[in-house]
Nanobody
């Protein structure tokens, strides 16, 4: 069974930083593009960032450009989301997702596997 497990969420003050991790059981991990999405209460799931299967190319959603950085370590089967200068509007459950292929997408339907999510709450 494929499993994606997120960690690193929590409560942080506006302007602070958090680093999320997602460890995946998909094999081979390097054959999957990886993405981060988030979903706030009453909102649709929103694209945050994605990274190609080699890690050479990464993409950020408009709402997080310049603040969040996605990276991956294929040797550790792990993808990361470094979140800096957090804003209250970043509050959401953050989900890790895997897509089989070299090129990541920006819509949830393109992803095959999903983690259970980790809560990020940013206070004013």
């Amino acid at each position: 069974q494929v499993q994606l497990l997120e960690s690193g969420g929590g409560l942080v003050q506006a302007g602070g930083s958090l680093k999320l991790s997602c460890t995946a059981s998909v094999r081979p991990f390097s054959c999957y593009s990886m993405g981060w999405f988030r979903q706030a209460p009453g909102k649709e799931r929103e694209f945050v960032a994605a990274i190609s299967w080699t890690g050479a190319n990464a993409y950020d959603g408009d709402s997080v450009k310049g603040r969040f950085t996605i990276s991956r370590d294929n040797a550790k089967n792990t993808v990361y989301l470094q979140m800096n200068r957090l804003k209250p509007e970043d509050t959401a459950v953050y989900y890790c997702a895997a897509l089989l292929g070299a090129h990541p997408g920006s819509t949830p339907g393109q992803y095959t596997y999903w983690g259970q999510g980790t809560q990020v709450t940013v206070s004013s």
